[in-house]
C-alpha cells in the first residue's frame, strides 16, 4: 500500500527511534508531525525533509495527543498513522532506585501512550480507517531484575495494543506493535554500563533499521495485518 500523501503523527521524534521513523516515512512520501519536548531538533529535522509540522511539548500533557491529531487534520487534511513511540527508560535496584524517576517513567510510558493510543482510535474510528503502532520492547516479553517498572510499563503497551487490535479486527484500522532489542539511541546514555555492553552486543539496531520495519508494516494491503513484530540485533540473544 502507498503511503504518499498520507500523515503521520510521530511522538518522541527529537531524537532514536522517532528521528529515524519520521526520515523512512517522509522518504515515502508522508506528511509527518513531529513531537518532543526539545523542539529545536525536530525542527531542525522538519527543515530538512519538508512536508513537516512540529509541535512542542510534553506529551504527558492530557491535551497533547488530541493536539497532534489536530495540528495533522489542520496542517495536512488527515492524520492516518500515529507512531507512539516517546518513552524514557530508568532502573536500578532496591537500594539505589530513585522512586520518582520511575513514577516519572510510568507517567510517559503508560499514562501518555495510552491517552494517545485512544485519542489517535477515538479519530480513526471516525472514518473507519487508521493505523496505530505502539513501541514496547524486547522488555515487554521478559523482565530482568533491576527493570520491573521499565518491563511493567512495556508489558502494559502490549496488554493494551493487544485488546485494541481485537477490538478493531473486523474494521480496516489497524492495531500494530514493535518489540525492539538494543538500538543505539539516546535511551541508555545515562546508564554507567550501556546494556550493550552488559550483552556483549557490538552491532546494536541503528534507528533506520527499526524504521525500515516500520515503513514494512504500514506498507502491508488493507488485509494483511502485523499486530507485533520484535526486532533484534543480531547478536542479541535475549
Ligand atoms: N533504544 C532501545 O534500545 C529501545 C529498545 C526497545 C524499545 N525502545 C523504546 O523506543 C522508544 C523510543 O526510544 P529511543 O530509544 O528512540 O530513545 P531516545 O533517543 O531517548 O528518544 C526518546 C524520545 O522520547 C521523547 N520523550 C521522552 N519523554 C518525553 C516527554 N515527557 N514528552 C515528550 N517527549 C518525550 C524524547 O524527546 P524529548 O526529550 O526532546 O522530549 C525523545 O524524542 C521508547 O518508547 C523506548 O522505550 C527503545
Not at 508531525?33 to 512536508?51: D, Q, W
Not at 518513552?87 to 520511575?102: C, K, Q, R, S, Y
Not at 502494559?156 to 493487544?162: F, G, T, Y
Not at 533506520?208 to 495485518?225: G, K, M, N, S, T
Request: net charge negative; hydrophobic share 45%; glycine share 8%.
Amino acid at each position: 500500500m502507498s503511503l504518499n500523501d498520507q500523515t503521520a503523527v510521530i511522538t518522541g521524534a527529537s531524537s532514536g527511534i522517532g528521528s529515524g521513523v519520521a526520515r523512512e516515512l517522509s522518504s515515502a512520501g508522508m506528511n509527518v508531525v513531529l513531537t518532543a519536548r526539545r523542539v529545536e531538533r525536530p525542527e531542525a529535522l522538519a527543515n530538512e525533509l519538508g512536508k513537516c509540522a512540529v509541535v512542542a511539548g510534553d506529551i504527558s500533557d492530557p491535551e497533547m495527543p488530541q493536539r497532534l491529531i489536530d495540528t495533522a487534520v489542520e496542517r495536512f487534511g488527515t492524520c492516518d498513522v500515529v507512531f507512539n513511540n516517546a518513552g524514557i527508560m530508568h532502573t536500578g535496584i532496591i537500594e539505589d532506585v530513585d522512586v520518582e524517576n520511575l513514577c516519572r517513567m510510568v507517567r510517559v510510558n503508560v499514562e501518555a501512550a495510552t491517552r494517545m493510543a485512544y485519542v489517535a482510535l477515538k479519530h480513526f474510528k471516525k472514518s473507519n480507517r487508521g493505523h496505530l503502532v505502539n513501541v514496547s520492547s524486547i522488555l515487554g516479553t521478559k523482565v530482568r531484575p533491576s527493570a520491573g517498572v521499565y518491563a511493567g510499563s512495556k508489558y502494559s503497551i502490549e496488554a493494551l495494543s493487544e485488546a485494541l487490535r481485537m477490538e478493531v479486527a473486523k474494521t480496516d484500522i489497524k492495531v500494530s506493535l514493535i518489540e525492539p532489542g538494543v538500538v543505539e539511541t539516546e535511551l541508555q546514555n545515562h546508564f554507567p554500563v550501556h546494556p550493550k555492553e552488559i550483552l556483549g552486543i557490538t552491532t546494536p539496531l541503528q534507528p533506520a533499521d527499526v524504521a525500515r520495519c516500520v515503513r514494512f508494516i504500514l506498507e502491508q494491503p488493507a488485509h494483511v495485518r502485523i499486530p507485533v513484530m520484535m526486532i533484534l540485533p543480531g547478536e542479541q540473544a535475549m
